[in-house]
């Protein structure tokens, strides 16, 4: 089962400027339902309109809802918001840059929908429970999502005659620019020890036909679009939604003692560990130079507008830095799949770096914060281990009848890892509550 190559039927529209027949080919061959539309925008709209995306509504990305601390100050982001974001921001870049757009949001849209519930916290508690079928990383997740999960195109199995899911049976060159690494567990081409992978081994085979023609290990420049977006968007955004709840302090940046506190973090977490100290305070100092960079903040109209075009400004700031220094590096034409490499400068990189880690200096490593993380991990290790003992109890129908037609227990316990990534902050510790309390 794969897409099938040959002319393109004239009634289906294809993009143009880098990307050939093969970029547009999907795992199961389809037609078009409406004249006129390019392939790559059928993919967004698929991504846009899936029940996952919507889920990531009740994902926490850094700050849960209800925990911020300010009473008038009830949004913070949520994984959804932030995706939106990452998007919008990934698809002015990309178009500047000469990708196709509607590729590039499709892609940003689609880079966290593997996230499990309570962000990476739930993302290490899933993976200590399924490190012995092949581990969890969010980024795998998703591409397991987009080409089997999501209920959007079923094929007949061969053998059997049986419906077989193939997702949202998206484009080649869509499944490959959501994937940051394009290697399985323990592949990583540098560095055997990272935690870092973007395939299952169930899901080699999707991987290895959305890979076809693909430099080994390279990332494509789509790809590197979204993930340089996707830094900016929470880098900047992480560090506003710190403001509005009253967890960050401009002033206190200008202090010795938190500038070593806010170093310590960024190094070997952010920045590589041979990283001067000083190459950041630097890049510190650059950000709170600027005419815009917000002094204070106490929630008037006047604030929030103030921090908005700060915020727009950092924005600005660092996607104009890479198409700079992109352009400078290969030109002015058209730049896709793998004929080029993103160029991010390693002034703005730092940048960047430096506003992560006071986010995590502030905001995530609050006391509160950390007791609330360790009641989460708590909830998804009782809620695994509550799953394995009475599945298929609990489980969805989708995943109930996947449990059941399992061939082994590893099988049996992916699709329970499924089941719990699958499922919202809220709807993992009501699942939770509703299985244990009759433990």
Known sequence: MAGTTGTTPPHIATPTGGYDHRSTERWAPEPDKRPGRTAFQRDRARVLHSAALRRLAGKTQVVTPGSQGREWDASPRTRLTHSLECAQVGRELGAALGCDPDLVEAACLAHDMGHPPFGHNGEQALNDFAADCGGFEGNAQSLRLLTRIEPKRFVRFEETGDPVSVGLNLTRATLDAATKYPWPRGAHPTRPDSVKFGVYEDDLPVFRWAREGAPKDRVSFEAQVMDWSDDVAYSVHDVEDGLHAGHVDPAALTSPTERREIWTVAIGRYVPWDTDPGELSAALDRLMAQEWWPRGY?????????????????????????????????????????????????????????????????????????????????????????????????LDPQFRALFDSAADDRARKRVLVDQIASLTDAAARSLHTGLTARS
């Open 298 to 394: 106490d929630g008037s109209a006047v604030a929030q507008s103030r921090l908005k075009d700060a915020t727009s400004q950092l924005i600005g700031r660092f996607c104009l830095a890479a198409e700079t220094a992109t352009r400078q590096a290969y030109g002015t034409g058209p730049l896709t799949r793998y004929a080029a490499e993103l160029v991010v400068p390693r002034a703005a990189r730092l940048e960047c770096a430096v506003l992560k880690a006071v986010a995590d200096r502030y905001v995530m490593q609050r006391t509160e914060q950390e007791m609330l993380r360790a009641d989460q991990r708590i909830v998804l290790a009782e809620l695994a281990e509550a799953l394995t003992a009475r599945a298929p109890e609990g």
